[in-house]
């Protein structure tokens, strides 16, 4: 569980974001190469393969895909 207190005083509500690391996600990459008949130009998409097994609900929220390995840390 997380909990944060916020106290206001005056001016607008603040935007809160929150950001954290969970075990059970992850992704894959994927391309997709085509070619026309006459081979004469290729078409290359990238897309991804996302896989979720946290147990948590991720409807209505922003995924952010990273080659990054942060579980490495930072030397």
Same mark, same amino acid.
């Given at each position: ?11 607008e509500a603040p935007v809160v974001e929150l950001e954290y690391l969970? $075990? ?8 997709? /190469?085509? &070619? @026309? +008949? ?16 946290? $147990? ?8 952010? /895909?990273? &080659? @990054? +390995? ?6």
């Amino acid at each position: 569980d997380v909990w944060i207190d916020l106290v206001l005083r005056g001016g607008e509500a603040p935007v809160v974001e929150l950001e954290y690391l969970v $075990g059970g996600a992850g992704w894959s990459p994927l391309y997709d /190469l085509r &070619t @026309a +008949r006459d081979a004469q130009s290729v078409e290359l998409a990238y897309r991804a393969r996302v896989q979720q097994r946290t $147990g948590e609900d991720w409807d209505d929220c922003e995924v952010l /895909l990273s &080659t @990054a +390995r942060p579980q490495l840390g930072a030397q």
